[in-house]
């Protein structure tokens, strides 16, 4: 069972919490509990990491130490829940992530779990006890504390599971993976079950109901993986939420099942660049070597002859970075005008169903223009097609998609 | 170096404190600092541990579990220090109490230090590296936190400073120990020395300067110890302080060193106990067992033949409890009537030089009665004396026991 910030974010609801997990306990099974920082605690501590990193104007962090401030927050709360738990007359205890130990590689600030041997935890809980597990924390192989990055809970709770051969649910502020957005869509339905690899996509391309890297995890490693809501009153079940299976599990198949929205990227765009082999590559190699993400590319002819335009999306917080490094690079490049858009959104539609069924993208593209959408940049995959459109469009894009492919319908 | 929670309370604060320790780097010294929660922090951490714990109508909070939410308070300020530090330019790293490893017992909530390898933190010292340690916190031997009771990253930095052999400098808000609290006598004067019976006085009996426990650990692990304050502006010298030290290194020995009040006892009085032997043992033999810790005692004989009465103090927060304890075996012990008074403070004059001097005592009751002060209770031991009375004359009393004893004057 995961619980992640808002789930925990004062006394009250982690005795909800613990109703929760009494009732799961209660049904004969072995629960542990991974648990995330108290909802702001975690903002909270960056801010002082950050105004003791500003101390000498603008070094970054020193990110085995922003590492050990931040990783308090879900000390606290798994120790709080312990507490909260014990009164309830329940065998619990708190597990940091150097204790089970949760080992990780040392990219502090952003590290990936190497392993976690199970001997300790599957012992506790062989005697009955409750693991209550620090999420988002481990420890490198020097001893040092490390932290798995924002939403790193998810990706936590699905390791400790596949440690110990359970199945994880994520107990969220929603019931469930909704076909799109409620707050955009009121007609978004929740979905009984999802794939793994519709969830990846869902979760890569906006949806922010879990984390790329726990559904990745969960896939390879063949965790059954639930999305279900925490917030329930006294003696309420969570209901059925939402199930992320394999696709073979899965028996009504639609050709798409969700639409999903992302506001954090931005596009750039380069002018006047000789067509020639290699610039490319002179291109994205820069970004790389600056560890920039690069999402949607497109390369396109301009009228005169020999000159080529390029535009592709980076996150918004790489944005002015990959614009200097480019303009650095210029001439050696040989561009002739750089320019920034962070106005954008990107906009996909997700399902599995595509991979047999041809005309998707042409519904895609017929709903958008149907209501003026004009589509700048096209990204598709073998189970999603994403579009980046003027950000302005975003509510009215997912809205006219959701339709099309009567995801309203049950 | 050992900073209190007030000289880490903000951003701010910690960045002057690191300025101190680049200071006292570039005296060519191996630093290592201990630090408390920031000002406020602990207080929030256990009114969290009170709430998830009052959940069950009032049962006790699991102290294991307490430590794992408490000890996070330290945890912050060392990452947040040693980030300073880094920023500075200079080679810091933060200590947790499970890396050092500081080896408690697994009192939980009151721990006390078993050991401190001090192979690590030299190995990481001798290259150059300002270890900055969580203090209050350390690890029991099953490998759960510990903490070591309120005030206790005193007791953690004089530990730290016995295990390397190092003195230990603690700065507070105060820049030394005086003759009294100068909130009430504006005339108090900061001491140069005192030596470490006369600190240990100090502190039992009131002064809030130094934990108890890390001042009888600097007596018994010969570490030079020194009060300072940390309330310094960039380019100013934090000053001499006081040193607390063997008595042998004080010349100028005073008869009477310091003036100390506690108002955070309460007298009990049990009227009409049989007079009988071992009617003592059967009332302290109870308290003992329920771990309450009984201070000053006097024991009187009532008019009426073979009974007597018997007034003693306790901590103000088990004078309830003793009450009840008491009450509940009333018709064993055999008493008529309880009482509780709260309202009273003990009062105490300290000073190795009482061991050759007479007539401290006299000046004592002389000056207390020219002022109407009655006495309530007395006790002495070989450096103090300290006398029980209504609380309301509390400054009054410290006020002319300062002044009959001359401590105003150099």
Request: some cysteine.
């Given at each position: 069972m ?5 789930s ?5 609801r ?8 009494a009732?799961?306990v209660?049904?004969g ?7 995330s ?18 101390a ?5 962090p020193?990110?085995d130490e ?11 709360t ?18 940091m ?24 935890l599957?012992?506790?809980?062989d005697?009955?006890?409750?693991a ?5 924390q ?7 504390i490390a932290?798995?990055?924002?939403g790193g809970?998810d990706?936590?709770?699905v ?12 107990y969220t502020d929603?019931?469930?993976?909704y076909?799109?957005d ?10 009984a079950?999802?794939?793994?690899e ?6 890569s ?28 009153e006294?003696g ?8 992320v ?13 969700g639409?999903?929205?992302s506001?954090?990227?931005a ?19 820069r970004?790389?070597?600056a ?8 390369q396109?002819?301009?009228r ?10 980076v ?8 614009v200097?490094?480019?303009r650095?690079a210029?001439s ?8 920034l ?11 599995v ?13 017929t709903?958008?223009?149907e209501k003026?959408?004009?589509i ?6 073998e189970?999603?097609i994403?579009?980046?459109i ?9 809205r006219?998609?959701h ?6 319908k049950?």
């Amino acid at each position: 069972m995961k619980f992640g910030g808002t789930s925990v974010a004062d006394l009250e609801r982690i005795r909800r919490v613990g109703r929760l997990v009494a009732a799961e306990v209660a049904t004969g099974k072995q629960v542990a509990v991974v648990v995330s920082a108290m909802s702001g605690k975690t903002n909270e501590l960056v801010a002082w990491t950050d105004g003791a990193g500003a101390a000498a104007q603008g070094l970054p962090p020193s990110d085995d130490e922003y590492d050990v401030v931040v990783a308090s927050g879900e000390q606290v709360t798994a120790g709080l829940l312990a507490m909260t738990l014990r009164n309830m007359g329940l065998n619990a205890r708190s597990w940091m992530g150097w204790q089970v130990p949760i080992i990780t590689d040392d990219a502090h600030g952003r590290a990936r779990i190497d392993d976690i041997p199970p001997e300790n935890l599957a012992r506790a809980m062989d005697a009955g006890e409750i693991a209550v597990i620090a999420g988002f924390q481990g420890v490198d192989r020097q001893g040092r504390i490390a932290t798995l990055g924002r939403g790193g809970s998810d990706t936590s709770a699905v390791a400790v599971a596949a440690a110990v051969g359970g199945a994880c649910d994520i107990y969220t502020d929603v019931d469930g993976v909704y076909t799109t957005d409620p707050r955009i869509e009121s007609k978004a339905r929740k979905l009984a079950r999802i794939s793994y690899e519709e969830m990846l996509e869902m979760a890569s391309l906006g949806a922010k109901v879990l984390q790329t890297r726990s559904v990745e995890l969960a896939m390879s490693q063949h965790v059954p993986l639930r999305v279900l809501s925490s917030f329930v009153e006294p003696g309420e079940a969570p209901g059925q939420g939402t199930i992320v299976c394999d696709e073979e599990e899965i028996v009504e198949k639609r050709i798409v099942s969700g639409v999903a929205y992302s506001r954090d990227e931005a596009k750039v765009s380069l002018f006047g660049l000789p067509d020639t082999p290699g610039v490319s590559s002179k291109i994205f190699g820069r970004l790389a070597d600056a560890n920039v993400n690069v999402d949607m590319i497109v390369q396109s002819h301009a009228r005169s002859e020999g000159a080529a335009n390029m535009e592709f999306t980076v996150g918004k917080r790489d944005a002015a970075r990959t614009v200097e490094i480019l303009r650095a690079a210029q001439s050696e490049i040989g561009f002739e005008d750089a320019q920034l858009n962070e106005d954008v959104a990107k906009v996909s539609v997700i399902g599995v169903g595509m991979r047999s069924h041809a005309g998707v993208a042409k519904t895609m593209f017929t709903a958008l223009a149907e209501k003026g959408v004009n589509i700048q940049v096209i990204s598709t995959s073998e189970i999603k097609i994403s579009v980046l459109i003027d950000a302005a469009y975003t509510e009215l894009a997912v809205r006219a998609l959701h339709a099309a492919y009567e995801l309203d319908k049950v």
